[in-house]
């Protein structure tokens, strides 16, 4: 019943116009912050909570605590050392305490005379001499005390042009309404598990204005039943519009690609090892799929090395041997660039064309391809993200892989998609896709954020590899390491020296790459040095690589650019400098560049020191698993998941409050709520709205 009424009641989508205060220019900067309606601001949750509600006596104070507190000023003094700053002594009847200001006016130095009564509230840090408070808001003291608040002080995340007084001001206002049923309850009450049959709009309520004495830790830690309440609704809704996703695409016609068994058979046989029983297995279900008239949406998984390639190169086979088009999409140019070589070797001599489009082709070269592209002349095509730019016109495009789609997110998937379609001369049917990673991604993780793919697994290396053996050593024991880069180029083995940096800039990587490999060139006499890093121009690059490949070069200096898929057997060990400063499963890619042939290979991590706890767990686990599924667990439980999907750079699947590694057990749950007949149709679209309608794409496609 109360639900019917909620349904009517379209309070929620009061635009945020609406509230008193807020005005055009005011809207524009809660557009940034994803705020539109009543229901965005209500659900704009405040990042951590501020206790204002009790005065905490000096000497009750931690390192790390916000607190107010309450004093008599005994001294303050502007003090001279590496900065000007301004020092108070406040004293309580337990202790003293010093404020610290680095900027300050003539007036605010006046306020604190010896005597007066102040109340301040702040961060406690360690100090020089004992506790601090580093700029605490403060307040002078009349005869009647000042009153604290009632409730939890709440902190916004904010953009420019919104002050934490304007948010809680705004929320104040839309509290009121909530508390008036401004949103409505989507989830039948008997479908939550018990312990969070909380009423959303109290669990609303709650997280906006805890009363005071509300354990903060549990807040903070996220488990509080009012945050997962939330957080359950949150997974559900990711959860919906993934399986809306996937239910669209099974409405949608594809061109259901038969076996060409004698094809298939010849280029087999030109291959100088069979398939393993994980390729052969991994195969079947690709071509099962691709025999339907509804487009296979397949993730493929597999550990570094363990021969996805192949795999792809035989679903290509069945496209284009079906006399349409293939189009095969890596993230860097180093890889699109190996694909070609790889691709090419396999199918020229069975008479078939690749075409390769990358960013950086030259005008006319890129005027040939597009036109091979176009006109079908190539049936293959391999490229970067070039290959969505609007001039390509694919030939009646029925397959799409994407290789480490770690580096792309649902979105783009989407994109490529649509431009199959778009594109070609199928009509509206739909390509199929095969999307491949080698970061293993958890169980858990998989069942949510790709919810709208099946899955397959090559869990399985080809024979004969060797595990690579890992040990961690410090900096100060470089000269060991340069010992062991000598051994080995000696035995006519190659080697990889990896530069990584924190910054993100290309160019600082590129020139870190480069001075490194100048030193190493001296220290290293008569050994062959080269350098690649991603300002080389594309040609520069494939030039090194082809003389490393062919063993004209004994050591590689590279920046994380050869983090994927290069395959060089001979290259037997690795040194990654600084690895601390990466994450496990991009470290484990790294690593999988040696260890691909049947030499013994090793791989030396040089850490710089100190090393943080964190850092050290992450190498350890490095060195203690060869398994990329164990080191992503691994990975998952130190860095959480945006790491691992890659949605750090993509800005995709940021959840407001659900964090998939604390609220796994959660996700039974979300699978057992959407299965649910309970749950209306209308029900399911208003929840993706209320969660994910700044995502319309996700959502919507
Ligand atoms: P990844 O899965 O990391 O992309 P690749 O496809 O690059 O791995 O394969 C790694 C290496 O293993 C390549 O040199 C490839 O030729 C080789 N390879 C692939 N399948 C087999 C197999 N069945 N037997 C032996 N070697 C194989
Ligand atoms: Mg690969």
Redesign the pocket.
Known sequence: MSLERGISNNLAELPIITLKGVGDKFVQVLAKLHIHSLQDLLFHLPLRYQDRTRVVPIAGLTAGMDVVIEGEVSAADIVFGRRRSLIVRIQDNSGTLTLRFFHFSAAQKSRFTPGVRIRCFGEARRGANGLELYHPETEVVGSENAVTADTLTPVYPLTEGVSQTRMRGLLEQALTLLKGGAVTELLPAELLPKALRYPLGDALLYLHSPPAGTQLDQLAAGIHPAQQRLALEELLAHHLSLLELRSNSARIAAPPLPVNRSLERDFLSRLP????GA?QRVCEEISEDLAQQTPMMRLLQ?????????VAALAALKGIGAGAQVAVMAPTEILAEQHRINFCHWLEPLGFEVAQLTGSLKAAERRKQLAKISSGEALLVVGTHALFQDEVVFHNLVLVII?EQHRFGVRQRLELREKGSASGTTGRLQPHQLI?T?TPIPRTLAMSAFADLDCSI?DEL???RQPINTVAISDDRRDQVMERVQSAIGQGRQAYWVCTLIEESESLQAQAAESTAEELAEMLEGMRVALVHGRLKPEQKEQVMSAFKAGDVDLLVATTVIEV?V?V?NASLMIIENPERLGLAQLHQLR?RVG?GSIASHCVLLYGTPLSQNGRARLQALRQYSDGFAIAEEDLRLRGPGEILGTRQTGEIQHRIADLQRDAELLPYVQKIAASAKLSAGMRQRLIRRWLQNKPRFAEA
């Open positions: 090892f069979s398939l393993t390729q597999g550990d570094v090395g363990a021969g996805k390639t192949l290789d491949m080698a090559i080809p024979p004969g898929g395959d057997p999988g691909r």
